[in-house]
Structure formats: C-alpha cells, structure tokens
T-cell receptor
Framework: LAKTTQPISMDSYEGQEVNITCSHN???????ITWYQQFPSQGPRFIIQ???TKVTNEVASLFIPADRKSSTLSLPRVSLSDTAVYYC????????????FGKGTRLHILP | NAGVTQTPKFQVLKTGQSMTLQCAQD?????MYWYRQDPGMGLRLIYY???????DKGEVPNGYNVSRLNKREFSLRLESAAPSQTSVYFC?????????????FGSGTRLTVV
C-alpha cells in the first residue's frame, strides 16, 4: 500500500472552496486514489475515487496530475456540515489487504 | 438493509474483564477489518481478514484476538481489558474491484474500560 501524506488539519469558512492535497510519491501503476470522509461518531464513508486527470461527482472533485505523485480533493462552497476528517488512500483493491487509514486531515469549517 | 452490523453499540468493562465484539456483513465481501479510533485520532488497524479462514495483524494487535467464524462474521476479543483499550471500535468490510472505494463501515462500538 502506497504511503500517503496529508495535512493534519485545515480551517476554512462557509462558502469557500477547500482543497486538501495528498502526497503519494510511491504510487504504483495499478493504484487508484480514494478519499473518505468521517463525521464524529461515525465510520468513514466513500467520497470519490480516481486514477488520473480529473473526477467530479455531486460531492467533490479530485484532481490528479500527470505524474500521479499527488492528488487534490476539492470541496466547492463548503458549509458547516463539511466539518469532518478526510482520509486519502492509495491502492489497487486487489493486492492490498492491510489497509491503513492514517490520521487524515481534520477540516474545520467556521461560520 | 445491507451493510455491516456491530454489536454492542456501547460497553463499559472493568479492568481485567473480557468481552467479544461482534461484526457481521451481508454483502458477501471477502475482506473484513477491525479498527480502533481514540478521541481526536485517526483510525488504527487492529486485525484484518483477507478471506474466510485467514487473519493477520494490523498496526496495533497487542491485547486483542480475532476470529473469522465464516465469510459473514469477524469477531474481536479482548481477553483482559485495560484502560488503554478505551476507544471506539469500527468493523469494516471491503468489496473487491479496482481501487479502495468499496469500504463499508459499521456504526461502531464505544468501549470504556474503567
């Protein structure tokens, strides 16, 4: 499983766009980049996954540069309810069994 | 509803007591996991099971044992609970396929050891 590095915490204000970057220098050819969101007292839930370039869904966008050594989760016009911990995972879903989530990024949205 | 079911939701133990946390999934997933989450911290992997009949240690296995009873059930046992094991425990299963987007988590067990 590729090691990932992301900021421990971030603050932003309601209505702003928030970008959280994850570094994964040893990403393998078959690996995907996956982001999860965790609210207090709940298990993480899937947000978005991508392999290259850009992926967008109703919740977020994921930007992946050509070298795939990093990725950026973009949350448009955040609200207080986006306050959560965000985890970046990198793996192919087939050979990786020991899935480690790490500390994630604690995002705090201010009014 | 399909998903991961954990029992109990809350538990208070005295130091030295034992207990088993139960987890069951009805999605026919091969891989199952146990994580713990301390206040303000990320998830730490305790044990995992890549398939029925196999289990492996994660990051923090000391003080725990697991059993993959069948494809559906993966239990976590604390033989002699310690205050350091006070935490929220999450069970999860992972569907196969490309990437790691197929995790389903249970609602967690909040354990307090006094």
């Amino acid at each position: 499983l590729a090691k990932t590095t992301q900021p421990i915490s971030m603050d932003s204000y309601e209505g702003q766009e928030v970008n959280i970057t994850c570094s994964h220098n040893n990403i393998a050819t078959n690996d995907y980049i996956t982001w999860y969101q965790q609210f207090p007292s709940q298990g993480p839930r899937f947000i978005i996954q991508g392999y290259k370039t850009k992926v967008t869904n109703e919740v977020a966008s994921l930007f992946i540069p050509a070298d795939r050594k990093s990725s950026t989760l973009s949350l448009p016009r955040v609200s207080l309810s986006d306050t959560a911990v965000y985890y970046c995972l990198v793996g192919d879903g087939k050979r990786d069994d020991k899935i480690i989530f790490g500390k994630g990024t604690r995002l705090h949205i201010l009014p | 509803n399909a998903g991961v079911t954990q029992t109990p939701k809350f538990q208070v133990l005295k130091t030295g007591q034992s207990m088993t946390l139960q987890c069951a999934q009805d999605m026919n997933h091969n891989s199952m996991y146990w994580y713990r989450q301390d206040p303000g911290m990320g998830l730490r992997l305790i044990y995992y099971s890549a398939s029925e009949g196999t289990t492996d240690k994660g990051e923090v296995p000391n003080g725990y044992n697991v059993s993959r009873l069948n494809k559906r059930e993966f239990s976590l046992r604390l033989e002699s609970a310690a205050p350091s094991q006070t935490s929220v425990y999450f069970c999860a299963s992972l569907t196969g396929g490309a990437g790691l987007g197929g995790y389903t988590f249970g609602s967690g067990t909040r354990l307090t050891v006094v």
